[in-house]
């Protein structure tokens, strides 16, 4: 199972990069100060493959800028990450950012629950201008999760699904045994409600074995 730590406080860095993740998400919408300055330094601390994510405050980060003000502050920094996740809202400027040598993680969060169809839309969609689609959704009811789970199971790879919400964290689990790329986790301070410490999920993947 591919596990990302998402983090908030370059401090920790090397505390998060000893439990070995696949992927570190640096929440840039929830950091203060120089964030380039602050990126190349994790860079210098780990050789952990980055993801730099600035969250949009309608899709449940922080950044609450315009579309010029998101290039102008990830723009620069792209050249130190891997993968830079890209919203739809900011989907013009994945031509730039892919011209950095970096992957594009097509992101659309929602509180809703979209159905079948409309998920393959947005699937679609994403994949129009990233490398890899990632969908996070509410689901309201366990069909709803199982349609979650029939989704990702019959999508195109690499896909990456998720879901908001405490209710059915479980499925952060049980989404990368049906095809999901990975699933987010914390080393201490979570990013999002629901998550589990990278400790706790490797406990549970190992014993899903
Ligand atoms: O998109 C996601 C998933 C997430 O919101 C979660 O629910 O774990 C955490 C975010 O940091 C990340 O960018």
């Avoid at 919203?87 to 097509?106: C, M, N, T």
Wanted: with cysteine; glycine share 6%.
């Amino acid at each position: 199972m591919k596990i990302v730590v998402s983090v908030e406080n370059p401090g920790v860095i090397d505390e998060v990069a000893a439990y070995s993740p696949t992927f570190i998400e640096i929440r840039l919408d929830r950091m203060e100060g120089d964030l380039l300055d602050q990126v190349r330094a994790i860079r210098e601390k780990t050789d952990i493959p980055l993801i730099a994510t600035l969250r949009s405050r309608e899709e449940g980060g922080r950044f609450v800028g315009d579309l010029d003000l998101w290039v102008r502050i990830i723009g620069p920094i792209a050249r130190y990450v891997d993968i830079v996740d890209v919203e739809a809202r900011y989907r013009d400027h994945a031509p730039f950012i892919k011209s950095q040598g970096v992957q594009i993680l097509a992101s659309l969060h929602t509180n809703e629950m979209p159905s079948l169809p409309e998920l393959g839309r947005i699937e679609e969609m994403l994949r129009s201008y990233g490398d890899i689609p990632k969908i996070v959704v509410k689901p309201r009811t366990r069909e709803d999760l199982f349609e979650l789970v029939m989704f990702t199971h019959q999508a195109q790879k690499p896909i990456c699904t998720s879901i908001m919400g405490a209710e059915f964290r479980y499925a952060r689990a049980i989404l990368p045994l049906f095809g999901s790329e990975f699933t987010f986790s914390h080393a201490g301070t979570p990013t999002a409600e629901g998550q589990y410490h990278i400790r706790e999920m490797r406990q549970i993947a190992d014993l899903l074995k």
